[in-house]
């Protein structure tokens, strides 16, 4: 069974850059496709894109297209999520989740932004 | 770009009374859906995938149906535990996935 455990919380500045990581166990790495979704103060969950590993293939949701870059560390086993251009609309909590029915969820991150 | 529709937006069942939750997809999804229960300060929980298998650990009052674009989650018999906020989400196309809005479910 796959574990993933994210990065702590980050308060940021409206126009900066924030990037979260999500470091994977238990699992082959090369097995595994992580995902990543926003969960904004009391709104739904939102799909972000997704990181392929076995393809080494990354595909975003068209509205974060511009702005979010999904990566990953072979080595370490993490995936990471980089937002820029940030504003106040991006706070909220992102979850890394692996598979297309994401049966493992991480801790989630708390994202701030403050203007 | 598929878009998910859930109705209703909140659900208010007596315990025991169930529960029936629907999703509804912009285009057909055959049966390339999941559904996930979301209690406050958690994380979502995976309840259904292939529109209807159970994920492990799953109670047999949780049950789903459908495909192409029509899909329910039914809650036999409704208990104080299983109040908080349902997702559906389709995978159908590769890594191009999409979650509807959620139905808040609560005790009557």
């Known amino acids: 069974q796959v574990l993933l455990v994210q990065s702590g919380p980050e308060v940021t500045n409206s126009g900066s850059s924030v990037k979260v990581s999500c470091k994977t166990s238990?699992?082959?790495?090369?097995?595994?496709?992580i995902n990543w979704v926003r969960q904004a103060p009391g709104q739904g969950l939102e799909w972000v894109g997704i990181?392929?590993?076995?393809?080494?293939?990354?595909n975003y949701a068209p509205r974060f297209q511009d702005r979010v870059t999904i990566s990953a560390d072979t080595s370490t086993k993490t995936v990471y999520m980089e937002i820029t251009g940030l504003r106040s609309e991006d706070t909220g909590v992102y979850f890394c989740?692996?598979?297309?029915?994401?049966?493992?969820w991480g801790n989630g991150t708390t994202v701030v932004v403050s203007s | 770009e598929v878009v998910m529709t859930q109705s209703p937006a909140t659900l208010s069942v007596s315990p025991g009374e169930r529960a029936t939750l629907s999703c509804r997809a912009s285009q057909s999804v055959s049966n390339n859906l999941a559904w996930y229960q979301q209690k406050p300060g958690q994380a979502p929980r995976l309840l259904i995938f292939?529109?209807?298998t159970r994920a492990t650990g799953i109670p047999v009052r949780f049950s789903g149906s459908g495909s192409g674009t029509v899909f329910t989650l039914t809650i036999s018999s409704l208990r104080a535990e299983d109040i908080g906020v349902y997702y559906c989400?389709?995978?159908?196309?590769?890594?191009?996935?999409?979650f509807g809005q959620g139905t808040t479910v609560d005790l009557k």
């Open positions: 238990g699992k082959s790495f090369q097995s595994l496709s």
């Open positions: 989740a692996s598979g297309s029915y994401m049966d493992v």
């Open positions: 292939g529109a209807s």
């Open positions: 990181f392929t590993a076995s393809v080494d293939v990354t």
């Open positions: 989400q389709q995978y159908d196309k590769w890594a191009l996935y999409s």
